[in-house]
């Protein structure tokens, strides 16, 4: 058993200890919780649900990711999700996520400010890249991180 396992009861990580005296787990609540604390959870409801959206999306594709990358045992298996991945699952939510902030003003997914999402969005994308192949660097990831870390570090 890991040590994280032993600290909390869903034995899993992320968890966030809040004031020595709270244990946040899930990554998705996490994410909303510091969104919401430091005022990036959009400008209104509609925004704020805006965001769960697109984080919504993004852990459907951490899945489709995670039966690539936690396929340990069946090489086979594992090759053809990581290739499934590159063709099929990347290219159709790149291409969706980078209209979306185009079509947004290039600079964040919700509304005119930055939000939780953006930054959770990027993260997992950060992670595709990172895992599973570099041929992201070429495709609209690329673009995509282009505008995030121009929105991060432009705040
Ligand atoms: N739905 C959870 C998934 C958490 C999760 O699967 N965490 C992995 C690390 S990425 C873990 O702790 N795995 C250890 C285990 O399952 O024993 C979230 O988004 O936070």
Same mark, same amino acid.
């Given at each position: 058993?890991?040590?994280?396992?032993?600290?909390?009861?869903?034995?899993?990580?992320? #968890?966030?200890?809040?004031?020595?005296?709270?244990?946040?787990?899930?990554?998705?609540?996490?994410?909303?919780?510091?969104?919401? !604390?430091?005022?990036?959870?959009?400008? /209104? $409801? *509609?925004?704020?649900?805006?965001?769960?959206?697109?984080?919504? #999306?993004?852990?459907?594709?951490? %899945?489709?990711?995670?039966? &690539?990358? =936690?396929?340990?045992?069946?090489?086979?298996?594992? $090759?053809?999700?990581?290739?499934?991945?590159?063709? #099929?699952?990347?290219?159709?939510? =790149?291409?969706? @996520?980078?209209?979306? *902030?185009?079509?947004?003003?290039?600079? &964040?997914?919700?509304? +005119?400010?930055?939000?939780?999402? /953006?930054?959770?969005?990027? *993260?997992?994308?950060?992670?595709?890249?990172?895992?599973?192949? !570099?041929?992201?660097?070429?495709? %609209?990831?690329?673009? =995509?991180?282009?505008? %995030?870390? @121009?929105?991060? +570090?432009?705040?």
């Amino acid at each position: 058993m890991g040590s994280y396992q032993r600290f909390h009861r869903w034995g899993k990580l992320p #968890v966030l200890e809040i004031d020595g005296k709270h244990q946040l787990s899930q990554s998705h609540a996490i994410s909303k919780y510091l969104g919401k !604390k430091f005022n990036l959870d959009g400008a /209104d $409801e *509609l925004e704020s649900a805006k965001c769960d959206e697109y984080v919504g #999306v993004a852990l459907d594709m951490r %899945t489709e990711w995670r039966k &690539y990358w =936690f396929e340990k045992e069946d090489q086979t298996k594992r $090759e053809n999700a990581k290739t499934e991945f590159i063709t #099929v699952i990347a290219p159709k939510y =790149f291409n969706r @996520f980078s209209k979306i *902030l185009e079509d947004n003003g290039g600079k &964040y997914l919700v509304g +005119s400010g930055l939000t939780w999402a /953006d930054f959770f969005v990027a *993260l997992f994308f950060e992670l595709f890249e990172d895992t599973v192949d !570099k041929i992201f660097s070429s495709h %609209t990831l690329r673009y =995509f991180n282009s505008k %995030t870390t @121009f929105t991060l +570090s432009h705040r």
